[in-house]
C-alpha cells in the first residue's frame, strides 16, 4: 500500500519551504496540486519533475475514489495546495477522509499557513483563537456574524481585496467600531503589510486605500 502525504507550500517567499517537503515531492510518484499552472514554478525552481495533476474542488468529488484506489495500489501521492497548507480553505479534506477510511497513511508535513504569522504578529492575544476562514458570502452570513459576536476567543478569518471593507463595515456593526483588529495581506512577499486599529479606523483606512493580494483579519474577542 502506498501513503499520502499533505505538503505545505510557500504563501509567497519560495524560500519557505523546508528540506523534507522538496524531498517528499521529489520521491513522490504523483503530486496533485490545486492549479498545476501556480504549482508548476514552484516544481520548476526546485527541479522537481514528479508527474502533476489538478485536484480542486471542481474535480476532487469525482476523481478521489480513483486517487485512493491508486495509491492503495502502492503509489505514493503528494497533495499541494496552490499556497500554505491543503484543507485549510484548501482541497484536501475530502481524500484525506476517503484515504483513512480505507486504511491508508496519511502524513501531513509542517509548514507553512497564513494565518499563524497574522494571528502572531497582530498584537490581540493569540493563546485562545478560533479558525473561522472565510465567512458565508450570503446564506448564513448574517448568523455567523451574530455568533461570532458574543465570541471571546481571538477569531481569524480570510478574505477577498474586494469585500474586505465591505467586511469590516459589517464586523463593526454587529461588534462595535471599538473592536480591535489587525489585517495582514501579502505575507512573506515583497510589499507585505499589517495595519493594526479599531475597526473603524482599520476600514477608513482602507476605503482610502484599497487593498490587493491575500488578506488575514485577527480579530479581538469580545470581553
Partial sequence: MGKLYLVPTPIGNLKDITFRAIEVLKEADLILAEDTRTSGKLLKHYAIETPMQSHHMHNEHKTTEQLVNRIV????????????????????????????????????LPGATAFVPALV?????????????????????????????????????????HKLVKTLAQLADYFGEERRVSVSREL????????????????????????????????????
Avoid at 503509489?75 to 476517503?98: C, E, H, K, Q
Avoid at 483563537?129 to 478569518?157: D, H, M, N, W, Y
Avoid at 499589517?194 to 480579530?219: A, M, Q, S, W, Y
Fill in 73 to 108: 495500489a502502492g503509489d505514493i501521492v503528494a497533495l499541494i495546495s496552490d499556497a500554505g497548507t491543503p484543507a485549510i480553505s484548501d482541497p484536501g479534506f475530502l481524500l484525506t477522509r476517503a484515504c483513512i477510511e480505507r486504511g491508508v497513511e496519511v502524513d501531513c
Fill in 121 to 161: 504578529n497582530s498584537g490581540i492575544p493569540n493563546d485562545r483563537f478560533v479558525f473561522e476562514g472565510f465567512l458565508p458570502v450570503k446564506k448564513g452570513r448574517q448568523t455567523r456574524l451574530q455568533l461570532l459576536a458574543e465570541e471571546s476567543r481571538t477569531i481569524v478569518l480570510y478574505e477577498s481585496p
Fill in 188 to 223: 512573506t512577499k515583497v510589499y507585505e503589510e499589517t495595519i493594526r486599529g479599531t475597526l473603524k479606523e482599520v476600514e477608513d483606512h482602507f476605503r482610502n486605500k484599497p487593498p490587493k493580494g491575500e488578506i488575514v483579519l485577527i480579530v479581538e474577542g469580545k470581553k
